[in-house]
């Protein structure tokens, strides 16, 4: 992918090219690219880890038991699942759901650079330690970070808990699913404040996560 390929193609045809990427050893035992899936226009993105195996199944991010917890967290807040982007780090589910190599990262990055660019949206959500150790590139942990905002980029980051977490570790009755929908509050607030600020000028330079 080159810088004018970035600017000048659109986020379907992005998604038909990843859809044949063998850039790391991941390509060799997926089922399928799982790209992404949302509006192309999303003020809201949220980035996980990587495929599980309904995903890499089906083609589609956060459709297990972790996407119906998602799902309901937008109902709740009044967020449709259609308005927002969801997306991975890792576009390929590693095998037995391991944690993906430093050289897979670095091949599948490019990917997730290229949503933020065309997708632009004001605010990000990271599920998880993995994701928002990527996206805000320190070893943090995501109790000790989530709910807060940061800026990157121009962008609001927002750290949560990634749903799978909340049911292996104690279900809808947990003190981790109650922050949960703390987190998801706060997340409708910036995305409130968002759409009642004065609308800025998108930068011109590409926005890499760093």
Known sequence: MTGD???SRTLAEAAADASTCTKCRLSGGRTQVVYGVGSPDA???FIGEGPGFNE???GIPFVGAAGQLLNTM???HGIPREDVYIANVIKC???GNRDPLPDEIESCKPWLDEQLNLIRPSVIVTLGNFATRFMLNQMISISRVRG???RIHGRTVIPTFHPAAILHGGGMASKQMQA???DFAEIRRALEERAAAPSE???EEQLGLF
């Open 5 to 7: 390929t970035l600017t």
């Open 148 to 150: 807060q905002r940061f």
């Open 74 to 76: 937008l109902q709740e």
């Open 201 to 203: 000028p998108e930068p």
């Open 180 to 182: 949960l929908r703390d």
């Open 56 to 58: 890499d199944k089906q």
């Open 43 to 45: 003020d809201l993105m």
């Open 93 to 95: 589910r590693p095998p």
